[in-house]
């Protein structure tokens, strides 16, 4: 079967069990042993079937993933069936034997969140002291080992501030990428969304700031569940007298900004699939339908394939093709996976009076 959309990322919540205590969790984690979770058997044959049909790169998260004693044996199974594996984690399970076996599992890169440049914004946003300085450690340990390692920031008004900060701190430790994710109220987002979201200007601001960073810094810098970026991107380029291409603007140039169901979908750690892992709508669990199936067949993800379906600024904006508004936000907001991104600032055209 011939399809024009194809899955790049799969995110899979291996595990809800974590160790921190974030007031962001969109998984709402906590320590507690979860029932239900997939086995290693049942997680084999849906890595044989993701393979079989696709070649995506596969993300295994939680919770905190490395909390399930069997991660190894996830890893080394997916890569060595030629998967492209990626682990995300808080770091602070991190020693060094364990970023032995990460690289030894051929878990590719690393990604660590780091909420702040210290550990007093890091510790809070987190909720455990200590978390930055073990996560630090983890980091030093991939590095040691070897490991190729990306650091995740979630912005919210409590570090919008030392994002220049983080970045030096990511140049600094040598990381690849730094990736700055913009808050979705889910799970524990939805409470702290009052107090912690930034303005829909505030929200321009930064990613016009990231713009910036990103033509005078060698990390690779991607912004995350934040598709006004690619709407930026062409507007400075406009600007500039240029062109938007892979040379000068890396993977920016040749993606739209929310992937959900048409690029990219999430595996919770019970087999449900969702778009993402901030739209909680379930279209199917791996447990009961094959994954390519529930891929090649959601109704949901044939909506969110068709920008046509966009309504209100985002289906009349005249760069709905690149961004197409954070569906997760929009739902949130609205019930409606296709409404309008509520957090954008942006008029389109043909909506000006």
Known sequence: MKMDHVPRLVFWELTKKCNLNCIHCRAEADSANFTGELELPEIRLVIDDIKQHYNPILVLTGGEPLYRPDIFEIATYASGRGMRVALATNGTLIAREVAASIRDSGILRVSVSLDGSGAESHDGFRGIRGAF????????????????????????????????????????EGAKALHIFMLVPVGCGIEIAA??????????????????????????????????????????????GRTVTPESDGMAAMTRGCLAGSGVCFISHRGDVQPCGYLPIKVGNVRETPFHKIWEESEVFRNLRDTANLTGKCGACEYRAWCGGCRARAYYENGNYCAEEPYCVYVPARMKG
């Open 133 to 172: 300085e073990k996560a630090m450690n983890g980091i030093r340990f991939l590095r040691e080992a070897g490991v190729e390692f990306q650091i995740n920031t979630t912005v919210t008004r409590r570090n919008v501030d030392s994002l220049e900060d983080i970045i030096r701190l990511a140049e600094r």
């Open 195 to 240: 107090s912690e979201m930034l303005s829909r200007e505030k929200y321009e601001d930064v990613l016009n700031w990231f713009y910036d960073r990103s033509r005078d810094t060698a990390l690779e810098l991607r912004a995350t569940c934040a598709p006004h970026y690619y709407r930026i991107l062409r507007q400075r380029a406009r600007e500039e």
